[in-house]
């Protein structure tokens, strides 16, 4: 056989468990620190852990990009008032959450409020 020819056959049986992976299951992941929280409010932005973890969960409606500019992720846009007191984001359409509800401004409001959080959402997310 020659050598290119054991070269392609071994690319083939290499690329074979690949291609017969499904979707699913659980994935493991090691980190060097406890994760003391996945609340970014309580444990702060500046845990490396804990915004590592949390950024394989869930997804933010902004990023930062190199320069320290916002740019859109999860928000298409977004405009705020002349105070700042008000911000009104346009949400990307077709997205859905990992069990099919489509994400939506009610859905964001759901999920917008830390744990234990009792005040009305009205004033914090219209």
């Known amino acids: ?10 690319l083939v ?3 074979a468990p690949a291609a017969a992976q499904k979707q699913g299951g ?8 406890d994760i003391p929280g996945l609340d970014q409010l309580k444990v702060g932005v ?3 852990v804990a915004t590592s973890a949390v950024a394989l969960l ?7 990009d190199d320069e320290g500019a916002p740019q859109p992720k999860l928000a298409q846009s977004w405009t705020t008032s002349e105070d700042f007191k008000v911000w ?12 099919g509800t489509l994400f939506n401004a009610q859905a964001r409001r759901a999920v917008g409020h830390a744990p234990g959080d009792r ?3 009205a004033g914090l997310w219209s």
Do not use: W
Request: hydrophobic content about 45%; cysteine-free.
């Open 1 to 10: 056989m020659s050598r290119i020819g054991a070269a392609a056959l071994s």
């Open 46 to 48: 500046y845990d490396t």
């Open 13 to 15: 049986l290499l690329a």
């Open 88 to 99: 009104t984001f346009k949400l990307q359409s077709g997205v859905k959450f990992s069990d």
């Open 26 to 33: 659980t994935a493991t992941l090691g980190l060097e620190l």
């Open 58 to 64: 869930f997804d933010t409606l902004t990023r930062l």
């Open 119 to 121: 005040r009305d959402a």
